[in-house]
């Protein structure tokens, strides 16, 4: 993982990271929609790039698949100036997903796919600094 931060690390979050999939059409049952964006999601994805935007020299620790989805994560995550050398790329699970439906202006449902588990999930503390 690319490690785009030099100096110290201000903030360690910890945390589950995973690709969240927004529908382009709001009020729209999930079965229903064509087209979906995808965003880095997740306590550590979200916190970590808020940090980070704030000027937080921030690392995040976490866990993805060795998978297009894990890499996007790592890879927006570096492109928003967050430290990823401690993000666990396991070899056999796969990065967990979020889908969601949009219901102006405040239902949002997720539906989680983190079965039967998830990399982040698997971090041990021999993975963290």
């Not at 690709?19 to 709001?26: C, H, I, R, T, V």
């Not at 993805?64 to 666990?88: C, N, P």
């Amino acid at each position: 993982m690319s490690d785009p931060t030099e100096g110290p690390i201000e903030a360690f979050v910890l945390g589950r990271v995973l690709a969240d999939l927004y529908p382009l059409q709001s009020e729209t049952l999930l079965e229903d929609v064509r087209t979906f964006e995808r965003f880095v999601g997740g306590y550590g994805g979200n916190v970590g790039i808020g940090l980070a935007r704030l000027g937080v020299t921030t690392a995040v620790l976490s866990g993805v698949g060795d998978d297009g989805h894990g890499r996007f994560i790592a890879k927006t995550l570096a492109a928003e100036g967050v430290a990823t050398r401690w993000i666990v790329r396991h070899p056999t699970l796969r990065t967990a997903l979020a889908f969601a439906e949009l219901w102006p202006p405040d239902r949002f449902p997720l539906i989680a796919y983190r079965f039967p588990s998830c990399p982040d999930i698997e971090t041990l503390a021999a993975d963290m600094p």
